[in-house]
């Protein structure tokens, strides 16, 4: 069964700072993986898509990579500011599924 | 062009009712999936439709049913509701099954009392 770690459960930074947020799958064989951005009470918002064969991928202030061997993906935010406060959620479609397997995601406060 | 688009957003129901969510999904869409989630959780998969047929169910009871219609919208029916259904309902889309983007509409708020 396929479980998706993500650490810290709460990131607080100053406007500004660069940051990394960190997510680990325990089942190497994905499809893809995706980063989404919740924001209190909504829907998820698609940030980046990695296929399983690519290594990162780029948008804006935020990139994504991806370690399929290790089990590890990264979402890193440069100069961070006050409207990225959001949850950040990662999950993975596994292989032969059809079901996205999200983790409890990373709660990130940017301060002023 | 418009999202993924659920209704209603708000719903307050009592223990042992019925609840129909609805969702239509970014034109051109053939895959609908439905996800739980709870309150400080990651959400949870509950179904995925493709071309108007099942193509996954999560670990859900059987009192947790879907469709998916003609034009591609779906409904997620819950019967004999229980306080541990309430949650943030989620709806979503892709072109695709396994290798698109899902892209969420933004929840019906079940509240069960």
């Known amino acids: 069964k396929q479980e998706v770690t993500q650490i810290p459960a709460a990131l607080s930074v100053p406007e500004g700072e660069n940051l990394v947020l960190n997510c680990s799958f325990t089942?190497?064989?994905?499809?893809?993986l995706q980063w989404f951005r919740q924001d209190p009470g909504k829907g998820l918002t698609s940030l980046l898509l990695i296929q399983s064969s690519q290594r990162e991928q780029t948008s804006g202030r935020l990139n994504a990579s991806l370690d399929k061997s290790s089990g590890r993906s990264t979402l890193y935010i440069a100069a961070s500011q006050p409207g990225d406060s959001a949850t950040y959620l990662c999950?993975?479609?596994?292989?032969?599924?059809?079901?996205?397997?999200f983790g409890k995601g990373t709660k990130l406060s940017v301060i002023p | 062009d418009a999202g993924v688009t659920q209704s209603p957003t708000h719903l307050i129901k009592t223990r042992g009712q019925h609840v129909t969510l609805r969702c239509s999904p970014i034109?051109?869409?053939?895959?609908v999936s439905w996800y739980q989630q709870v309150l400080g959780q990651g959400p949870q998969f509950i179904f995925q439709?493709?071309?108007?047929?099942?193509?996954g169910r999560g670990n859900f009871p059987d009192r947790f049913s879907a469709r998916q219609f003609p034009n591609y919208s779906s409904e997620l029916n819950v019967n004999a509701l229980l306080l541990g259904d309430s949650a943030l309902y989620l709806c979503a889309s892709s072109f695709g099954t396994e290798t698109y983007i899902q892209y969420f509409g933004a929840g019906t708020r079940l509240s069960v009392l």
């Open positions: 999950a993975v479609t596994g292989a032969g599924s059809y079901q996205l397997t």
């Open positions: 034109s051109g869409h053939k895959s």
């Open positions: 089942d190497s064989a994905i499809y893809n």
């Open positions: 439709y493709y071309e108007k047929e099942e193509r």
